[in-house]
């Protein structure tokens, strides 16, 4: 199910969803639509859409999504992995149970059964999340454009975790530290966007992105006073205009 919740702040709304659906803050997925901030005549506010179920809702659509090199992105829990990657202890690679067994198992044989080689190892342990890295000589070709080949290997590692009964188990699978390095690309994408803005006073349509990309830009732009930021479109690839205050 898809729920729209606004609030004064990211945090605000995020803490309304929870309320209002009896969900804990991991339980649902969050995309930013749009952020205004408080000015002399209007009060500041974040609109945001909260996803919940969102493995049922994308598994229809995951057929044909590796052959044909574009993989949907499955989840906003992903818009904390720098954080995951910095508190999380890397302790032993090889798996600690059936499930995690599993897992390695149907990933490695999804990845050859499109051609390549590659080895599966646990990346880091959570309550709730596990992370799962890909070792292989054909990384660039399993991350894909903009990690699309990556997302769709993720969320068929998420589905089959289902599966296994284990619903409430999300999956973080990398490699060659594409996430951490994507992340850093967009935050200086944002900040650079946010720089031309201020010098045209005019806006920016960036290219379409998946849910955590377009969180991303909106969340390190969103503390900054002369602009602001919205999502335009339709689908789950939508575009991120930035621009200058007040020009609306």
Known sequence: MIYEFEGRTEKEAIDRA????????????????????????????VKIKVHTNSLGQD???VSGAL????????????????????????GDPEPKNEIEKQLIDFIEGVIERMGYAGKVTVLFREDRKLGLKIDSEYSSILIGKKGKNLDALQ???????????????????DSENYRIRREESLV??????????????GSILLE???PFDRRLIHTTLNDKTDVET???????????????????
């Not at 052959?67 to 890397?90: I, Y």
């Open 18 to 45: 929870a309320a209002e659906l009896g969900l804990q803050k991991d339980d649902f997925d969050v995309e930013i639509l749009e952020t205004q901030r408080s000015g002399l005549f209007k009060k500041g506010f």
């Open 59 to 61: 598994a229809g659509a």
């Open 67 to 90: 052959g044909g090199a574009v993989g949907k992105e499955e989840e906003a829990d992903s818009a904390h992995w720098g954080r995951q990657m910095s508190k999380s202890v890397f």
């Open 155 to 173: 969320l068929l590692a998420n589905i089959y975790t289902g599966r296994l009964g284990r619903e409430d188990l999300r999956i973080i699978l």
């Open 188 to 201: 200086r994408l944002a900040y650079t966007v946010a720089d031309r803005v201020r010098e045209n006073r």
């Open 208 to 210: 379409p992105m998946n």
């Open 230 to 248: 919205k999502s335009e479109g339709e689908g789950l690839y939508k575009q991120v205009r930035v621009y200058y205050r007040g020009m609306r």
